[in-house]
């Protein structure tokens, strides 16, 4: 007759422990990742206004950024404001609408500058970011 030692006994319960930690992980990666889609936006000093309010826009959008410091981006990539035209020329389709963020200490020639070209492109449908006055 032989004894039957732990060693040799048959597993009969899972640990979760384990597995109750890999879940934790996911569950931690996946809330930092949401908070960044939801503001990965370029960090930005909007101007503020009172109407201002978020619209869901449904056609084809090309996002405009202009820094404090004067830099350049569109749709979230940097870019070289001597190669706007030809950028805005390639992404521009039917009703397509410009959303344009731009610092609020920024020079106003510059948004204005950038309007003209959306427009001398055909780009004539276009709204200006804004954060809502509390």
Do not use: H, W
């Amino acid at each position: 007759m032989r004894l039957i030692d732990e060693d040799d006994k048959e597993i009969s319960e899972i640990n979760m422990t384990p597995f109750v930690d890999i879940i934790l992980v996911v569950l931690i990666i996946f809330m930092a990742t949401a908070t960044f889609i939801v503001e990965g936006k370029i960090p930005l000093n909007l101007p503020k206004a009172e109407t201002g309010e978020p619209k869901e826009i449904k056609v084809k959008r090309i996002e405009i950024t202009i820094l404090k410091t004067g830099e350049l981006f569109v749709n979230e990539r940097k870019i070289d404001p001597d190669l706007l035209e030809r950028k805005l020329n390639e992404l521009k389709g039917k009703d397509t609408v410009v959303i344009l963020r731009a610092d609020q200490d920024i020079e106003f020639q510059k948004v204005v500058s950038i309007i003209d070209t959306c427009r001398k492109l055909g780009l004539e449908k276009y709204m200006i970011e804004t954060k809502r006055m509390d």
